[in-house]
T-cell receptor, first 112, second 114 residues
Framework: DTEVTQTPKHLVMGMTNKKSLKCEQHMGHRAMYWYKQKAKKPPELMFVYSYEKLSINESVPSRFSPECPNSSLLNLHLHALQPEDSALYLC???????????FGPGTRLTVL | AQSVTQLGSHVSVSEGALVLLRCNYSSSVPPYLFWYVQYPNQGLQLLLKYTSAATLVKGINGFEAEFKKSETSFHLTKPSAHMSDAAEYFCAVSKMDSNYQLIWGAGTKLIIKP
């Protein structure tokens, strides 16, 4: 099973809302990632968790707050987003120490 | 610094024709290389990867890629295009100073003409 699931599939939110994106994997991977992807562009790394601890934060604004409550789950909490934050948000996972990342289907976020 | 170049933001081929998507990388040491495919409104799916074993790598959906160190290339091919191959294709290389980060090419949109 190489499946990473993400919910919701689509999300529309206002600039004052608080929402969360969820990612789950059951492959036993201990590294999990959040990416942001704008249309017609490659994904941009936002955060990396290794063994449930944040190991990389690519200078992401504080309105994005990641959380890794256990080895299977990864959340991205959103607050006071801007319209330019509208994008496809992708979650990925891998074994620690390997480069082969498996991606979820993404959450299409629209900020009004 | 490592980088990945995908030649051609769009490639158009006829159904049944050869598919060739080009990827060149810059790296001081042989890297790990990946091809991912992204169908419209979907996430990225791993097509194949090179990790210093065989230089000819076979992937899913009939795709394969050949690692050529002398040309610093990792081009993706498929003998006969199918309409279902229409998608965005990304080449990526691992950052040798970190096991976590991938350096991505800009992507190539593959268009299949009937």
């Amino acid at each position: 099973d190489t499946e990473v699931t993400q919910t919701p599939k689509h999300l529309v939110m206002g600039m004052t809302n608080k929402k969360s994106l969820k990612c789950e994997q059951h492959m036993g991977h201990r590294a999990m990632y959040w990416y942001k992807q704008k249309a017609k562009k490659p994904p941009e790394l936002m955060f990396v968790y290794s063994y449930e601890k944040l190991s990389i934060n690519e200078s992401v604004p504080s309105r994005f707050s990641p959380e890794c409550p256990n080895s299977s789950l990864l959340n991205l909490h959103l607050h006071a987003l801007q319209p330019e934050d509208s994008a496809l948000y992708l979650c990925a996972s891998s074994r620690v120490g390997t480069d082969t990342q498996y991606f979820g289907p993404g959450t299409r976020l629209t900020v009004l | 610094a490592q980088s990945v170049t995908q030649l051609g933001s769009h490639v158009s081929v006829s159904e049944g024709a050869l598919v060739l998507l080009r990827c060149n990388y810059s790296s001081s040491v042989p890297p790990y290389l990946f091809w991912y495919v992204q169908y419209p409104n979907q996430g990225l799916q791993l097509l194949l990867k090179y990790t210093s074993a065989a230089t000819l790598v076979k992937g899913i959906n009939g795709f394969e890629a050949e690692f050529k160190k002398s040309e610093t290339s990792f081009h993706l091919t498929k003998p006969s295009a199918h309409m279902s191959d229409a998608a965005e294709y990304f080449c990526a290389v691992s950052k040798m100073d970190s096991n976590y980060q991938l350096i991505w090419g800009a992507g190539t949109k593959l268009i299949i003409k009937p």
